[in-house]
């Protein structure tokens, strides 16, 4: 058995498909799956390559290199994001895409899993050159999605602005108007309401529910948050107006600390208006790395993957960690916080209010009729409830992690699809 000194059997620098396999093999430990299920499982369904011109603000070209993943859609369309960042690659679509099957099977929405992105760093582009890339990328990608077969949404460096340009030039082509090609929207456009908010949001909701659980007052409850983008700062926010005290937040340039609980609301975001959070007039400043091996009762890392690692998990003084971002936890420190017994609430239950309100968009689209925003939180809580008892249901009768039992339940769920509709021909 290891002790707290040594160092697991892992590699750490695993890439995010390694990561997503083992935790499928984790889960199917547990279960009695066909070993061919399992096997299909393990690979995705296709993996599309584009290079994408673009016509630079100068009047150069540039040749950029696209990606969409397509791992299962037993269950329905493929689903999931398109970043725009500097790290995008095809192993990292791949393992982002199978999370997304795990996430729509565990909250039970009739979708598979997609993931795509474009290598480019935002930053570098105008408004413009963003707007040309992703009419570009419509373009090139239509061969393989649609509101019946793949709906990207927003992700890291997309917004829906993003979205707008993209269903626009799809529309174009297609000579309709296809609001269900895409979501994460503008609601002029056939967005929903509480989109943008969801994903912070089922990350507040389901923490509300680890804490009682742990018989834990939020009243009591100190919580540390990296990264106040979208998701860091509504659950930041959310968590505040339940009672608990927010105490540190951050954005890439450095984190800002208030033993007393930081006013959440009163914080701008990184989207709202970027640089405002370290800029911000707190007591104590800290660097990102700090916030994360801060002593209080919940972190939630809510920025990019990989940031809880071998290097810093012996570290960690939270009691509770749940995840805002896509695979914050390497499986070093997975199995570090593991034998340190840290409870990790996965991403793929506590931020999936984002594909849950997507396909709620999605509904709406295909309907041509919107819902309120009430209703829109009032089904986000519901779907979170239900999918938060299933997980907690298996983690009760199993003896497993958060995490095994949020793939247990999916993975089921997957496996019996394959089972029923069976290999063709
Ligand atoms: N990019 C988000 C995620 O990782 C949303 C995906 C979607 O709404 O399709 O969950």
């Known amino acids: 058995m290891a002790s707290t000194q040594s160092t697991p059997d892992l590699e750490e620098e695993e890439t995010a498909v390694e990561t997503a396999r083992r935790q499928l093999e984790r889960a199917a430990a547990h279960l009695d799956v066909d070993e061919g299920v399992i096997e299909r499982l393990r690979h995705p369904k296709s993996v599309h390559r584009f290079t994408v011109p673009v016509e630079r603000d100068d009047g150069t070209m540039e040749v950029y290199t696209a990606y969409r993943a397509h791992h299962d859609n037993v269950r329905g369309p493929y689903k999931g994001g398109l970043r725009y960042h500097p790290g995008v690659n095809e192993e990292e679509c791949v393992g982002l895409a199978m999370w997304m099957t795990w996430k729509c099977a565990v909250m039970d929405i009739p979708f598979g899993g997609g993931k ?14 963003k707007e040309r890339l992703t009419r570009r990328l419509a373009q090139e990608l239509r061969p393989v999605i649609g509101p019946m077969n793949d709906i990207p949404a927003p992700d890291m460096g997309t ?72 998701v860091g700062a509504n659950a930041a926010r959310y968590l505040d ?18 033993p007393d609980g930081l006013d959440t609301n009163d914080v701008e975001g990184h989207d709202e208006r970027p640089g405002m959070v370290s800029g911000y007039d707190a007591p104590e400043t800290l660097a990102n790395e700090e916030l994360l091996t801060l002593d209080v009762d ?59 309100v997507s396909y709620f968009e999605w509904l709406q689209d295909i309907n041509r009729r919107k819902w309120t925003l009430e209703r829109v939180n009032e089904e986000l809580e519901t779907e979170m409830l239900r999918a938060w008892n299933a997980m907690k249901a298996e983690y009760e009768v199993r003896d497993v992690t958060w995490r ?18 069976g290999l063709w021909p």
């Not at 992105?117 to 930053?123: M, N, T, Y």
């Not at 296809?178 to 089922?202: F, L, Q, W």
């Not at 990350?203 to 834990?216: A, F, K, P, R, S």
């Not at 107006?241 to 208030?258: E, H, T």
């Open 404 to 421: 095994d039992a949020a793939y247990i339940v999916a993975l089921k769920r997957v496996a019996e699809a394959h089972g029923a509709r």
């Open 298 to 356: 919940v972190l939630i890392p809510a920025a990019i993957g990989n940031v809880l690692t071998g290097e810093n998990a012996r570290d960690i003084q939270a009691d509770i960690i749940v995840e805002g971002a896509n695979g914050p936890t390497t499986s070093t420190a997975d199995q570090i916080f593991e034998e340190k017994g840290i409870p990790v609430i996965p991403d793929i239950l506590a931020n999936a209010g984002g594909v849950t």
């Open 241 to 258: 107006d339940l009672g608990a005290s927010v105490v540190a937040v951050s954005d890439v340039d450095g984190a800002i600390y208030d």
């Open 159 to 230: 917004d829906p602005q993003t979205m707008a340009w993209f269903m626009d030039a799809y529309s174009m082509q297609e000579g309709e108007t296809c609001p269900g090609v895409v979501t994460g929207k503008p609601p002029s456009i056939g967005g929903s309401y509480g989109r943008e908010e969801a994903p912070g949001r089922s990350v507040g909701i389901v923490t509300e529910q680890v804490l009682e659980h742990y018989d834990m007052d939020p009243a009591d409850t100190t919580v540390a948050v990296q990264g106040f983008g979208s």
């Open 116 to 129: 795509g992105g474009v290598v480019v760093d935002p930053k570098d582009l105008s408004g413009d050159e």
